[in-house]
């Protein structure tokens, strides 16, 4: 049978510190990631949406956007920055949703505004936020299935 020492012990465990501490940071290294994550502000019109309503000057914070699907069958969030007042932005959505077919089923308005849509078999999060520094807004725009009932007992 092998026997660690004490300096065997401790410099596993500053490796594994340090391979923890690497994953820790949620970002890959430059050289992995690839040229698209080091522009973060990407214009909008690269994504392949086609159901929400998305303004020509919004810039995409690709870091935070995550979308499975497009045109009309997407799952997932999208995340834009607005030079728009908070107003603007929700007056913006609200109208913007219902042209696209999209039923307001709930909506507050306030220093971080909440509106949820229903279309078909699918929900959609829009909330509205003042930007963290400067003007504008940063909208989040999450779509997911709607949550079916439970039929003969099973979920």
């Not at 159901?51 to 999208?78: E, F, N, T, Y």
């Not at 007042?85 to 971080?112: I, Y």
């Not at 807004?137 to 099973?154: K, R």
């Given at each position: 049978?092998?026997?660690?020492?004490?300096?065997?012990?401790a410099?596993?465990?500053?490796?594994?510190?340090?391979?923890?501490?690497?994953?820790a940071?949620?970002?890959?290294?430059?050289?992995?990631?690839?040229?698209?994550?080091?522009?973060?502000?990407?214009s909008?019109?690269?994504?392949?949406?086609?159901?929400?309503?998305?303004?020509?000057?919004?810039?995409?914070?690709?870091?935070?956007?995550?979308?499975?699907?497009?045109?009309?069958?997407?799952?997932?969030?999208?995340?834009?920055?607005?030079?728009?007042?908070?107003?603007?932005?929700?007056?913006?959505?609200?109208?913007?949703?219902?042209?696209?077919?999209?039923?307001?089923?709930?909506?507050?308005?306030?220093?971080?505004?909440?509106?949820?849509?229903?279309?078909?078999?699918?929900?959609?999060?829009?909330?509205?936020?003042?930007?963290?520094?400067?003007?504008?807004?940063?909208?989040?725009?999450?779509?997911?299935?709607?949550?079916?009932?439970?039929?003969?007992?099973?979920?």
């Amino acid at each position: 049978m092998t026997r660690y020492g004490p300096s065997d012990i401790a410099c596993l465990a500053l490796g594994v510190a340090f391979a923890l501490g690497g994953c820790a940071s949620g970002r890959l290294p430059s050289s992995v990631a690839g040229p698209e994550s080091k522009d973060a502000a990407k214009s909008p019109k690269r994504l392949p949406i086609t159901d929400i309503p998305i303004p020509a000057d919004a810039k995409l914070d690709a870091d935070q956007s995550l979308v499975m699907g497009s045109q009309d069958r997407w799952l997932g969030r999208i995340v834009i920055r607005l030079d728009a007042s908070p107003t603007e932005a929700f007056n913006h959505f609200t109208t913007g949703m219902a042209k696209l077919g999209w039923n307001r089923t709930l909506a507050v308005q306030s220093r971080v505004s909440n509106m949820t849509f229903q279309r078909a078999d699918r929900v959609a999060l829009v909330q509205i936020e003042p930007a963290s520094f400067g003007d504008g807004v940063t909208v989040w725009v999450t779509v997911t299935l709607v949550a079916q009932a439970a039929t003969n007992g099973q979920v």
